[in-house]
C-alpha cells in the first residue's frame, strides 16, 4: 500500500469522537449529494427509454416501421389500389434487414346501433398479418381468425368505440358502405375489444378481415391498400425506406405509381415529440453531475481546510505537494466511489419497483400508457457511471492544487 493510499484511509475512516471536526457532515453531504445525482440520473434514463420504447412500440405495432401505398388518386379523389401481387413483395424480400410483409385495405364505413352511430376506417387484414400487438392490447374477448379468402363478419373494436356505441363482446352490430352505386351493408359480430390508449387509433380504427375490406372496394385478390413491412433493427429504418424506394419507379399495369413511407414520416408528430424528450434528458444530466461535482469538490475544500496543520506537517517531513495531492485524491475517490455506489443501489432499485410493481400511474387519456414505463440499457448505465466518474475526478484534481498555496511554515502554524 502506497503512502498516499495509507494516510487518505485513515482520514476517510476518521470519526473525531470528540466532536470537534466540523467536515464530517460536509463529507456526508457530498457523498449524499452523489449518491442522489447519480440515482436521479438513472431514474430519468430508464423513464425516458422506457416512454419511448412504449410509445414508438404502439405506433410502429399499429402502422409497422415501413409502408408501400400508391400515390394516384381516381376520380373522387380516393387513393387508388396497391398491385400486392408476388412480384412485388419478392422484391422486398431481397433487401436485406426485411423482417416481415403483410397486406392490409381500408375502407371507410358507419358502424351503427339503434342508439347511436359512428364513422370509422375499417382496416381489413388477413392470415398474413402480424396481430402480436393487438393480443398485448387486448382487454376482452379474443383475437378474430381474419381470412383473405371467406368473409368471417368478425370485428375487433377499441374499447373507445365500443364504450360510445354501448356494444360488448358477442353483440352483433351493422355496418354501412358507400359506393358510387348505392350503400351497402354487412353484419359483424364483435369477437374482441382493445385499446392501445392512442387517441388517434382507438377513435377512427376498426378491424375486420381483408376479404370483405377488398369486396367493398370491389378489388380483387391481389389489390390493396398497400403493404406494411417491419424490419429487424428500428435504427436501420430511415436507410431500408431509402432503398426500397426503386418501388416508387414506374407504374403498374394499372398506371399507379407508388411511394414508399416510413412511420418516422407517417406519424412524424408523435416521433417529433419524442426527440425532444432526448434533450431533456441532456439538461437533468448535465445538472446532475454539476450538482454531484460542487458537493464533492465543497467537501475537499473543507477537509482540506480542517487538515491544513496537517498538510503543513507532511511539507516539513518531506512531502511533496504532489504527494499531498495524491492523497486528498484518493480520499476524494473513495468519498464519490461510495456516493456512487449508493447511487446505483438507490437508482436501480427504485426502477426495479416501478417496474414490478407500477407503483407510479399516469393518465392514459393523456401520456399513451397508464403507468410510468422503464427500459434498462446497462450501456448507457455504464456510461453514465463512467463519466460522472471521470468528471469528478477531473475536478478534484484541479481542486487539489490548492494545496499547493501558502508555505509550509504558515499553514503549520494555522488554526
Not at 89 to 99: A, F, P, Q
Not at 138 to 165: C, H, M, R, W, Y
Not at 198 to 221: E, F, P, Q, S, V
Not at 336 to 345: A, R
Amino acid at each position: 500500500m502506497s503512502f498516499e493510499l495509507f494516510i487518505a484511509k485513515r482520514i476517510y475512516a476518521d470519526k473525531a469522537k470528540d466532536g470537534k471536526q466540523f467536515s464530517r457532515p460536509a463529507i456526508r453531504i457530498a457523498m449524499f449529494g452523489v449518491a442522489i445525482g447519480l440515482a436521479v440520473m438513472i431514474v430519468s434514463l430508464a423513464v425516458v427509454l422506457g416512454f419511448k420504447h412504449e410509445v414508438s412500440s404502439k405506433v410502429t405495432g399499429f402502422g409497422s416501421h415501413i409502408q408501400v401505398l400508391s400515390l394516384t388518386q381516381n376520380q373522387n379523389y380516393e387513393m387508388l389500389p396497391v398491385l400486392a401481387n408476388d412480384t412485388l413483395i419478392r422484391k422486398v424480400r431481397k433487401v436485406r434487414g426485411i423482417d416481415h410483409i403483410q397486406k392490409f385495405a381500408t375502407k371507410i364505413g358507419i358502424l351503427k346501433t339503434e342508439e347511436n352511430f359512428r364513422g370509422l376506417t375499417f382496416k381489413g387484414v388477413g392470415e398474413d398479418y402480424d396481430l402480436s400487438f393487438f393480443e398485448k392490447c387486448l382487454v376482452d374477448g379474443k383475437i378474430p381468425k381474419f381470412s383473405s379468402k371467406e368473409a368471417t363478419n368478425e370485428i375487433l373494436l377499441s374499447k373507445q368505440v365500443a364504450t360510445d356505441l354501448g356494444v360488448k363482446v358477442g353483440d352483433k352490430i351493422f355496418a354501412y358502405f358507400m359506393s358510387e352505386e348505392s350503400m351497402k351493408a354487412r353484419r359483424f359480430k364483435v369477437i374482441g375489444i382493445f385499446a392501445t390508449n392512442m387517441k388517434d387509433y382507438d377513435r377512427n380504427y376498426a378491424l375486420i378481415d381483408i376479404y370483405t375490406a377488398r369486396k367493398l372496394n370491389g378489388w380483387d385478390n391481389e389489390m390493396a391498400s398497400g403493404l406494411e413491412i417491419t424490419v429487424n433493427d428500428f435504427e436501420q429504418v430511415d436507410m431500408l425506406t431509402n432503398k426500397l424506394q426503386f418501388i416508387h419507379q414506374g407504374t403498374d399495369r394499372n398506371g399507379v405509381t407508388y411511394g414508399v413511407f416510413s412511420i418516422k414520416d407517417i406519424a412524424a408528430h408523435t416521433f417529433a415529440w419524442l426527440a425532444v424528450l432526448d434533450m431533456n434528458v441532456i439538461m437533468i444530466l448535465v445538472l446532475m453531475i454539476l450538482v454531484s461535482t460542487f458537493t464533492v469538490v465543497s467537501g475537499l475544500l473543507i477537509i482540506m481546510l480542517e487538515r491544513i496543520n496537517m498538510i503543513g506537517t507532511l511539507k516539513v517531513l518531506g512531502a511533496t505537494n504532489k504527494a499531498v495531492r495524491r492523497i486528498f485524491i484518493n480520499f476524494s475517490i473513495m468519498l464519490v466511489g461510495k456516493g456512487m455506489l449508493w447511487g446505483n443501489v438507490a437508482g436501480l432499485l427504485l426502477c426495479w419497483l416501478q417496474q414490478s410493481f407500477h407503483l407510479i400511474s399516469l393518465d392514459a387519456s393523456v401520456y399513451y400508457i397508464d403507468s410510468v414505463p422503464i427500459k434498462f440499457d446497462w450501456l448507457l448505465i455504464v456510461a453514465v457511471n463512467v463519466v460522472t466518474l471521470l468528471i469528478s475526478t477531473l475536478v478534484i484534481w484541479g481542486s487539489s492544487h490548492f494545496i499547493s498555496i501558502g508555505k509550509p511554515s504558515q499553514t503549520i502554524r494555522y488554526e
